[in-house]
């Protein structure tokens, strides 16, 4: 075969190789005029999470008779995109764009979540600042309330870089520490609804555009993209407000005066030491809506909250029972000094129950909280599971006892198939021995059908 030969099938093969790299990489783009499907042929069908929404045409600010399709979704509720129907698109390196606005912005407001509702870690808007919780924390961005903004999340395979943007700026850049901010086995990503932990740093909001990508987008492209999506549909097209605001006011004071400085300190009842690393959470009194959360550093914890508001501030920690404490701030550029006093844990109650169908060890009902409890063992590997199984006292006793007994091993089966190691779970049946209500009704009955979780400290 000839050297020319050769050089045109070098060529050739060199095209076709391009050609595919081109063609492997992929987007899926949803802007609701086709439901819930991709614009592009051969894209899996986003599906609605929590109360379904609707699908509705909305006028594009700025035109006579221009409208746009939208997703509207109520409160903890949101789109999911299964990525295992996608044949893994989002397994490597990803980028998420989203066009929408929040209904609330007055605390956590969940954007995306990785782990299918069994995390709290995650991306959400808080305070107006992008927030990967809790690794990360972007500046001011100008995000606000029943207002559309352009949103931007990616992650690096290689390096674990995430990049999250805001109106076409980068806000926030850091490396995730392990795989955060990848899916889980579950490979399912969930847009707005929150995680089975917090359960309520959610709201209601609309949708106009979703696009996924199977690498990461450039600052170059994001900007770009958000130029266009501004025009196209009808956003005032601006610099960042808190850069427009300096430069037209030099010299103007931070954000946040006139607020009232809380500050505090969680420690252990028993010996008066600092607890490090406790969860704190500010509530107002009410409507118990989450404003701040922070951890503490040597058992110190501070906050900056509105003045003339009544406050509930919680924390836990590993080893402790919760405690929460009324705070109220009386007056601007006020300080507040609070002490939190904890109590060693107690273990004098199941931590949950699960309910079976009767005369079986068939589940009766979702597994939801099942994930909710491995997440709560998988990080707290200082405590085993007791597993007591219960029964109504409809038919035979000893094989009530026997049906407990399935009960206990049909839940123990199952948590070791999500990652609870064997060593960890004891379980007994009880059959009807302890009911929990009387057994004089099937409404009655059914309560008593059960199997209870509850902790116990790992010897040493």
Known sequence: MSNKIIGKLTTLFLIILCGSRVFAQQQWTYDFNNGFNPIESGGIALKPLGTPGQVVKEKIPGTEDLSRSTYVFEKNSGLQFNNA????FLNKSFTVEIYFKLAELDSWKRVLDFKNRKSDYGSYIYDGKLNFYDFAIGGKAPVHADRYVHYVYSRDFETKIIKMYINGQSKLEFKDPGTEGMLDADQVLNFFQDDLIANHESSSGTIA?????DRVMTPVFIRRS??????????KDTEDEEVASSKSAPGAGPAKKNLSHVTGRVYDGSNLRPVNGADVLVRKSANDSLVARTKTVDGIYEFELVPFESYRI???ADGFEP???PVKTTNRNQEVKSLISLSQESFTAPMVTFYFKQGTDELDGTEAELDSVVSYFQKRTDLRLILKGHTDNTGDFEKNIELSNMRVNALKNKLLQKGISAERIEGKGLGPAQPTRVN???A???SNRRVEVWAEPVKR
């Open 314 to 316: 919680s924390a836990q």
């Open 444 to 446: 009655l009955k059914k």
């Open 440 to 442: 004089r009704s099937e």
């Open 226 to 235: 958000y130029h266009t999506i501004a025009k196209s549909y009808g956003q």
């Open 209 to 213: 555009l979703i696009r996924l990508y």
């Open 323 to 325: 405690k929460s404490i």
């Open 85 to 88: 129907e996608a044949k893994g």
